[in-house]
């Protein structure tokens, strides 16, 4: 079956950016324009949750735990939809995927991008005379 390729997942400190990519694969770019599509995430030890959608009219909803911080856009000439993540909270993290209505009818779901949001561990500092 065609995948839906996402991308753009790292690190990420709290109050930091991140943006992701999804790209249709060719064999279904002639009929991308007219998909509804979706970025769902799954953190640690919780169900799969829908994040944000766009309409193929560009119309767009988001959950209410990232509203006014997450914008999803699409790009039907490059195929590519974006999920702009800003000052994320570590409540963020978790595997972030791209669906679109017909895949997800067909039950598909792509092996998505991880996103951490954390202060990392930190570098000890001693000051001594």
């Known amino acids: 079956q065609a995948q839906l390729v996402e991308s753009g997942g790292g690190l990420v400190q709290p109050g930091g950016s991140l943006r992701l990519s999804c790209k249709a694969p060719r064999s279904i770019t002639s009929s991308f324009n007219a998909y509804d599509m979706f970025w769902y995430r799954q953190a640690p030890g919780k169900q799969r949750e829908l994040v944000a959608q766009?309409?193929?009219?560009?119309?767009?909803d988001y959950a209410d735990s990232v509203k006014g911080r997450f914008t999803i856009s699409r790009s039907n000439a490059r195929k590519t939809i974006f999920l702009q993540m800003d000052n994320v909270e570590i409540e963020d993290t978790g595997v972030y995927y791209c669906n679109s209505d017909y895949h997800l009818r067909t039950g598909y779901w792509g092996q998505g991008t991880a996103v951490t949001v954390s202060w990392g561990q930190g570098t000890q500092v001693t000051v001594s005379s």
């Open positions: 766009i309409t193929s009219d560009g119309i767009t």
